[in-house]
């Protein structure tokens, strides 16, 4: 089992041996006590610790002081193209996946000078906003909020315990026939409040999908903003070459 340097970092190849090792646990499986396990791999025990460190930020083991490493289970990935308008929500399902919500907060707020303009408003018009965590698999993997016009969903329009998606929600109402969107996706650190939210340190780099979502005839209906843990998601784009 010991390691074959290359020219990668040592902690890089450790973190990839005990991905192997892991191949052979079931989730709640301990692993050996970190003396052994940095003999068995020929590595300093300080480079294991870096190896385990990137593997719990990752969630995929967790480490009790004066217990132990434990192994996690593999760790959830939602793959999706860009090409495709879907939610968090209809994204987990076909991938059999269940989401669920925490933290939701629904208010009405006049809007952002920053909000109303992408959405063609007058700052101080009013919006709902929609904010929550998204949860699979026990573990938060993303932080969405929305913001829509109040002549199109209020407050008092959303169930109490709102579990869904806005997207789907608009998406329903034949009034509205939302359609298409026009998407940014940029790296933003987490910080604090994020961080929080998310449960992963404040530097952590998560991916910020801003979206603003349009009817058939190009009104703009909602500004979604999608903070994702980038190692529980997996996105790629088609691309053609142009004649």
């Given amino acids: 089992?010991?390691?074959?340097?290359?020219?990668?970092?040592?902690?890089?190849?450790?973190?990839?041996?005990?991905?192997?090792?892991?191949?052979?646990?079931?989730?709640?499986?301990?692993?050996?006590?970190?003396?052994?396990?940095?003999?068995?791999?020929?590595?300093?025990?300080?480079?294991l610790r870096e190896a385990l460190r990137n593997l719990?930020?990752?969630?995929?083991?967790t480490r009790r002081q004066g217990v132990g490493t434990f192994y996690n289970g593999p760790r959830v990935t939602i793959d999706s193209g860009l090409e495709t308008l879907a939610s968090v929500d209809t994204l987990a399902l076909r991938q059999g996946l269940h989401c669920t919500t925490s933290g939701l907060e629904v208010a009405g707020e006049p809007a952002r000078a920053e909000d109303a303009a992408p959405l063609g408003l007058t700052?101080?018009?009013?919006?709902?906003?929609?904010?929550?965590?998204?949860?699979?698999?026990?573990?938060?993997?993303?932080?969405?909020?929305?913001?829509?016009?109040?002549?199109?969903?209020?407050?008092?329009?959303?169930p109490q315990g709102f579990d869904g998606s806005v997207l789907d929600l608009l998406t329903t109402r034949r009034d509205l026939a939302a359609s298409h969107a026009a998407a940014?996706?940029?790296?933003?650190?987490?910080?604090?409040?994020?961080?929080?939210?998310?449960?992963?340190?404040?530097?952590?780099?998560?991916?910020?999908?801003?979206?603003?979502?349009?009817?058939?005839?190009?009104a703009p209906v909602d500004l979604s903003r999608s903070y994702f843990v980038p190692r529980f998601f997996q996105f790629h784009l088609l691309r053609r070459i142009a004649f």
């Fill in 184 to 218: 940014d996706i940029t790296p933003v650190k987490a910080g604090r409040e994020l961080g929080s939210r998310l449960q992963v340190p404040a530097a952590t780099v998560l991916l910020l999908l801003e979206e603003t979502i349009y009817t058939r005839d190009g």
């Fill in 56 to 61: 719990e930020e990752k969630q995929v083991i």
């Fill in 123 to 158: 700052p101080g018009t009013p919006v709902t906003i929609v904010r929550r965590v998204k949860v699979a698999d026990g573990r938060p993997i993303a932080y969405l909020v929305d913001v829509v016009p109040q002549s199109v969903i209020a407050p008092a329009d959303l």
């Fill in 1 to 47: 089992m010991k390691i074959k340097p290359d020219n990668r970092p040592l902690y890089q190849q450790a973190e990839e041996a005990l991905n192997q090792l892991m191949k052979g646990l079931s989730p709640g499986d301990k692993f050996p006590p970190e003396p052994a396990l940095a003999r068995s791999l020929g590595i300093s025990r300080a480079t």
